[in-house]
């Protein structure tokens, strides 16, 4: 059955998956969406002897309805393989009493890599079926792993150009230099002075200005999105969790259609999202805890029904979850409302104009499988610790938010479920913050960066990643800089029009 998706915002309907995935964001400011979410049509047991790729063509083709069965497959052929360093793709740990779902075995060591090895061929496999003729331009906005995953993902990519804003000051020493190292002739990085919702808010008002647009394609070029405001991050996230599921029932450890938990380090709301998507299509999960840190506008939401970004944006170690403004919230604020466009747009101009807005009791019943929770910096250190030191297993500082979120959770709700933990990054991404954590602040203060890395691996007996390891000596191949407000001016700059 074809699926057809509609903008959250009513201004765009009877999109097809492969041109939702084409354009990013809905003319209208709107994220796509399918009209129904679809049902696994395969039983778990048979999901339980499936490979990740076999898994994740049973998942995509639910959504990606007009690819066909080559194309689809000939996406996954190419996105899942020899980048990750282990066949299982996204292996399962168990630590400490829940199993982390390690999603940082791709490209550049982040959950990031899991949809954004795919996107370029789904891309690309898109153009093809639309006969798009123009070239595509990724606008990116990142908090640090988004950039890197997009930039890998389509450097030298035929008929694609990628342009990445980071908030210069805003992201981990690792990850500034493995954006600024990114090789590929169609590639670009800019540091912008402000946050990631000052570089979100940009990106959405270039995707928005109509006058860019119609500039843009008498040039030959046209804007697409690599944010997870784009469906063809979204659909492949789902993957995984079904993924989990099937090795946890595979393994023995649970039983066939025993609820399990997922817990999900979160910021701007797309890994929880397709956590719940996997519910939806029939995947036995009882409780989503979303983990944030600091800048806890989601635990506020979830636990008083009135989303508010007008707060200080705080700076912490967790600097991929560092944001207020969670753009794929819209998706589930759209569908506990019952599908109503209007009734959408309407709260998210509010949020655009007042900074906040508050949601009906019957919105809130919609999203009781959403519990919130948030941690300090200190409670995520000592998560960490408590980890390392009882079991030996190391995880970085974003999946200890969500290590820390869940051992909160079961202290005060006794709930025994089996729990998923998401997996975010890995330890090596952050590793002045992870060895604070394990060591105290003086181990951590080495030479440089490298110094830290190598004291971190000696101490956890952890071996460095490939992908640290590549830009120990790396070329700096990217200084561009801008102001808010010169983004734009930016973006024609380096596309020489
Ligand atoms: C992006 C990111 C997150 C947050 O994920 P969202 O989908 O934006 O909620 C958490 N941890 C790491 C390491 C990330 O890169």
Same mark, same amino acid.
């Not at 009877?14 to 129904?36: H, K, N, Y």
């Not at 009135?306 to 759209?334: A, Q, V, W």
């Given at each position: 059955?074809?699926?057809?998706?509609?903008?959250?915002?009513?201004?765009?309907?009877?999109?097809?998956?492969?041109?939702?995935?084409?354009?990013?964001?809905?003319?209208?400011?709107?994220?796509?969406?399918?009209?129904? !979410?679809?049902?696994?049509?395969?039983?778990?047991?048979?999901?339980?002897?499936?490979? @990740?790729?076999?898994?994740?063509?049973?998942?995509?083709?639910?959504?990606?309805?007009?690819?066909?069965?080559?194309?689809?497959?000939?996406?996954?052929?190419?996105?899942?393989?020899?980048?990750?360093?282990?066949?299982?793709?996204?292996?399962? #740990?168990?630590?400490?009493?829940?199993? &982390?779902?390690?999603? @940082?075995?791709?490209?550049?060591?982040? &959950?990031?890599?899991?949809?954004?090895? !795919?996107?370029?061929?789904?891309?690309?496999?898109?153009?093809?079926?639309?006969?798009?003729?123009?070239? !595509?331009?990724?606008?990116?906005?990142?908090? %640090?792993?988004? +950039?890197?995953?997009?930039?890998?993902?389509?450097?030298?990519?035929?008929?694609?150009?990628?342009?990445?804003?980071?908030?210069?000051?805003?992201?981990?020493?690792?990850?500034?230099?493995?954006?600024?190292?990114?090789?590929?002739?169609?590639?670009?990085?800019?540091?912008?002075?402000?946050?990631?919702?000052?570089?979100?808010?940009?990106?959405?008002?270039?995707?928005?200005?109509?006058?860019?647009?119609?500039?843009?394609?008498?040039?030959?070029?046209? &804007?697409?999105?690599?944010?997870?405001?784009?469906?063809?991050?979204?659909?492949?996230?789902?993957?995984?969790?079904?993924?989990?599921?099937?090795?946890?029932?595979?393994?023995?450890?649970?039983?066939?259609?025993?609820?399990?938990?997922?817990?999900?380090?979160?910021?701007?709301?797309?890994?929880?999202?397709?956590?719940?998507?996997?519910?939806?299509?029939?995947?036995?999960?009882?409780?989503?805890?979303?983990?944030?840190?600091?800048?806890?506008?989601? @635990?506020?939401? &979830?636990?008083?029904?009135?989303?508010?970004?007008?707060?200080?944006?705080?700076?912490?170690?967790?600097?991929?979850?560092?944001?207020?403004?969670?753009?794929?919230?819209?998706?589930?604020?759209?569908?506990?409302?019952?599908?109503?466009?209007?009734?959408?747009?309407?709260?998210?101009?509010?949020?655009?104009?007042? %900074?906040?807005?508050?949601?009906?009791?019957?919105?809130?019943?919609?999203?009781?499988?959403?519990?919130?929770? @948030?941690?300090?910096?200190?409670?995520?250190?000592?998560? !960490?610790?408590?980890?390392?030191?009882?079991? +030996?297993?190391?995880?970085?500082?974003?999946?200890?938010?969500?290590?820390?979120?869940?051992?909160?959770?079961?202290?005060?709700?006794?709930?025994?479920?089996?729990?998923?933990? #998401?997996?975010?990054?890995?330890?090596?991404?952050?590793?002045?913050?992870?060895?604070?954590?394990?060591?105290?602040?003086?181990?951590?203060?080495?030479?440089?960066?490298?110094?830290?890395?190598?004291?971190?691996?000696?101490?956890? +007996?952890?071996?460095?990643?490939?992908?640290?390891?590549?830009?120990?000596?790396?070329?700096?191949?990217?200084?561009?800089?801008?102001?808010?407000?010169?983004?734009?001016?930016?973006?024609?700059?380096?596309?020489?029009?």
């Amino acid at each position: 059955m074809a699926l057809s998706y509609q903008s959250t915002r009513g201004g765009q309907s009877g999109v097809t998956a492969s041109q939702a995935i084409l354009q990013g964001l809905a003319e209208d400011g709107g994220l796509f969406m399918p009209t129904e !979410i679809p049902k696994l049509d395969i039983s778990l047991e048979k999901l339980a002897s499936m490979t @990740y790729q076999e898994t994740a063509y049973e998942v995509m083709k639910l959504f990606l309805t007009d690819f066909t069965e080559d194309e689809l497959k000939a996406c996954i052929a190419k996105a899942y393989d020899s980048k990750f360093d282990t066949e299982e793709i996204a292996p399962l #740990a168990k630590a400490g009493g829940a199993y &982390f779902l390690e999603l @940082y075995h791709g490209n550049t060591i982040a &959950f990031k890599d899991m949809a954004l090895s !795919i996107l370029p061929h789904l891309m690309t496999t898109a153009a093809k079926k639309n006969q798009a003729e123009k070239e !595509i331009v990724i606008l990116t906005a990142t908090s %640090g792993d988004t +950039g890197k995953a997009a930039m890998a993902g389509f450097a030298d990519v035929p008929g694609t150009r990628i342009i990445v804003f980071y908030p210069k000051d805003g992201v981990s020493a690792i990850q500034e230099l493995q954006m600024r190292t990114q090789k590929g002739d169609n590639t670009a990085v800019v540091a912008i002075h402000g946050n990631f919702d000052d570089a979100q808010t940009g990106v959405k008002k270039l995707f928005g200005d109509k006058a860019l647009a119609e500039e843009m394609a008498g040039k030959g070029f046209q &804007f697409s999105s690599a944010n997870s405001i784009n469906i063809g991050r979204l659909v492949p996230q789902v993957v995984y969790y079904v993924y989990a599921y099937a090795r946890l029932l595979e393994g023995g450890e649970i039983a066939e259609g025993e609820e399990i938990n997922v817990v999900v380090p979160t910021g701007n709301f797309g890994n929880i999202l397709a956590a719940y998507f996997a519910k939806r299509m029939g995947l036995p999960v009882k409780t989503l805890i979303c983990a944030s840190n600091d800048n806890k506008v989601l @635990y506020d939401f &979830f636990t008083t029904g009135t989303y508010d970004r007008k707060r200080e944006f705080i700076l912490t170690n967790s600097p991929s979850m560092d944001i207020l403004i969670s753009s794929n919230l819209e998706r589930l604020i759209y569908l506990s409302t019952g599908c109503d466009a209007q009734a959408n747009a309407a709260l998210m101009k509010e949020l655009a104009e007042q %900074g906040s807005y508050t949601v009906t009791e019957e919105m809130r019943a919609f999203m009781a499988d959403f519990k919130g929770g @948030y941690a300090t910096e200190q409670e995520n250190a000592a998560a !960490i610790k408590e980890l390392f030191d009882s079991t +030996g297993y190391l995880i970085d500082t974003h999946t200890g938010v969500a290590a820390a979120v869940y051992g909160k959770y079961k202290r005060e709700s006794a709930d025994s479920t089996k729990t998923v933990i #998401a997996s975010t990054a890995s330890p090596y991404k952050f590793s002045h913050s992870v060895m604070e954590a394990i060591a105290g602040e003086k181990a951590a203060e080495g030479p440089d960066e490298f110094g830290v890395v190598d004291a971190l691996s000696r101490l956890s +007996g952890v071996a460095v990643p490939k992908a640290v390891e590549e830009i120990r000596h790396a070329e700096i191949r990217h200084s561009r800089e801008c102001t808010v407000d010169g983004m734009k001016e930016t973006v024609k700059n380096i596309l020489g029009i």
